[in-house]
């Protein structure tokens, strides 16, 4: 994973053990999965749980929602491993898969694969940082 994000312009640098406690897998916290061939991690896929109450329904109480986290697709492209983070998340009890126009999400994959057009941008503010514009495509900062 950590060769994975240089392909990106901005990344959270992270020790082993900022890199443990932000991926390795919390119950209602964070999930992370591991594609392993012959000993040799393959890819990675995480996701992080939110939930929230529903107003005003008396048929949902709350939602349990995931968020894409990071990731690193290796030989089985990003499409693949997306398809995977649905399919995982659903069998962890999440009523929903919530995703970023960030790393190689863009809104073209994101709508092949069925995820909805959210109903806003997110704007991400780095005070005391002097950097240039970055496209969604080469960001590989995840904030939570």
């Not at 939602?63 to 398809?83: C, E, L, M, T």
């Not at 806003?120 to 590989?140: E, M, R, T």
Request: a negative charge; one cysteine or more; aromatic letters at 14%.
């Amino acid at each position: 994973m950590l060769h994975f994000v240089w392909y990106y312009r901005l990344v959270h640098e992270m020790t082993q053990d900022e890199f443990a406690h932000l991926l390795l897998s919390r119950k209602d916290v964070v999930y992370s999965y591991v594609v392993e061939e012959e000993g040799a991690v393959k890819a990675v896929i995480s996701f992080y749980a939110i939930s929230s109450t529903v107003i005003g329904s008396a048929k949902h109480s709350h939602v349990h929602a995931a968020y894409s986290f990071y990731h690193a697709p290796g030989p089985y492209g990003i499409r693949k491993i997306i398809d995977c983070a649905v399919t995982l998340a659903k069998n962890e009890g999440f009523d929903v898969l919530n995703a970023l126009t960030i790393m190689e999400q863009d809104a073209d994959l994101l709508t092949d694969l069925k995820f909805g057009a959210g109903d806003g941008n997110l704007n991400y503010y780095l005070y005391n940082w002097q950097c240039p514009v970055i496209p969604s495509n080469k960001l590989g900062l995840v904030l939570t």
